[in-house]
């Protein structure tokens, strides 16, 4: 996760209440990384007794394989209260932060312990498009994009090969853009789940203030 990627046991200290204080993203990483919470996007449904209509055991297995659950009836023991609170929260994202589909990213990342890769240092290179390999290594791929005529005092008029190297910009300004886009909805997305944990009835943790840098490419003077 990087330099503002904290492990869960650094994360967290221990209050004299009991309760332990901890960031959002420790606490993302604690109910889906070590407690395997699962995403439950049907709840109404289960309660209600309405069930999944019109989705078959194909696409529940790969939602499951998405987030990293595992199947019922497997030998891992169920998530803890506070874990299941969690896992309901982020499911429950309103649709301004994103919604399920950011609500899975979440989740994914919580669970891989890392963050939207925003192209640290990444810069628009020229690059050659085509590469070729001789036998004194490899070498820009060059093509003839016209001629040129010169004089010669020997030979006159001489007509020469304009060579070319067709070029490449990338990463574009685009791309990076993009990829920055992406970290800034997931660090919204973040703070609205921050701020529903911070007012949920947890046993065991006192979510804090604390949240990951919100603009990690920007210098700090």
Not at 92 to 107: F, K
Not at 178 to 204: G, I, P
Request: glycine share 8%; aromatic share 6%; charged share 25%.
């Amino acid at each position: 996760m990087g330099a503002f990627a904290m492990r869960f046991e650094d994360a967290a200290r221990v209050r004299p209440a009991g309760q332990v204080e901890v960031g959002v993203v420790a606490l993302l990483e604690w109910a889906f990384a070590v407690e395997f919470a699962q995403l439950e996007f049907d709840e109404m449904a289960a309660t209600s007794g309405a069930g999944r209509v019109g989705v078959g055991n194909e696409y529940l297995l790969m939602q499951c394989a998405m987030v990293g659950c595992t199947i019922d009836g497997g030998g891992r023991s169920l998530p803890h209260d506070d874990a299941d609170i969690v896992a309901s929260i982020v499911a429950g994202l309103p649709v301004i932060h994103g919604g399920r589909g950011m609500a899975v990213t979440i989740a994914e990342l919580a669970r891989a312990r890392a963050v939207p890769d925003w192209m640290r240092d990444a810069r628009p290179r020229v690059v050659p498009r085509e590469w070729r390999q001789h036998k004194h290594g490899v070498f820009a791929a060059t093509r003839v994009c016209g001629t040129v005529q010169e004089h010669s005092r020997k030979r006159g008029l001489v007509t020469r090969d304009v060579m070319c190297c067709d070029v490449l910009i990338t990463p574009t300004a685009h791309q990076i853009e993009a990829a920055r886009a992406r970290y800034s909805a997931w660090w919204r997305a973040l703070r609205a789940v921050r701020d529903q944990l911070a007012r949920a009835s947890l046993d065991r943790w006192l979510v804090t203030d604390a949240m990951p840098p919100r603009a990690p490419w920007q210098k700090r003077c």
